[in-house]
């Protein structure tokens, strides 16, 4: 079984920035792709970021060149930075790992972006 903890969410001023994180105590963590996704209320779940166990990075339109996706494989946890801040990216935000046949999710963390 693996367990994702995300932690940083919170509420924001529109343009501002947040530092989402997510860990984990299982090493298989440094060889395997890692992600973030977000759901909005009433809509279906959007990735955001991928990184490869190499680093390569992926980004979605909506949020590409305000945030940057990476990861520490010495402490096994996943960052995403998010800056310039929209009320649209209010969402819960989720990390994922991708082992073979299985995606695992953490419980995700609220991002709420508002003046």
């Known amino acids: 079984q693996v367990q994702l903890v995300e932690s940083g969410g919170g509420l924001v001023q529109p343009g501002g920035s947040l530092r989402l994180s997510c860990a984990t105590s299982?090493?298989?963590?440094?060889?395997?792709?890692m992600g973030w996704s977000r759901q909005a209320p009433g809509k279906q779940r959007e990735l955001v970021a991928t990184?490869?166990?190499?680093?390569?990075?992926t980004y979605a339109d909506s949020v590409k060149g305000r945030a940057t996706i990476s990861r520490d494989n010495v402490k096994n946890t996943l960052f995403l930075q998010m800056n310039s801040l929209k009320p649209e990216d209010t969402a819960v935000y989720y990390c994922n790992m991708e082992v073979p046949g299985t995606t695992y999710w953490g419980q995700g963390t609220q991002v709420t972006v508002s003046s």
């Open positions: 299982r090493t298989i963590f440094r060889i395997v792709g």
């Open positions: 990184i490869t166990s190499g680093g390569r990075t």
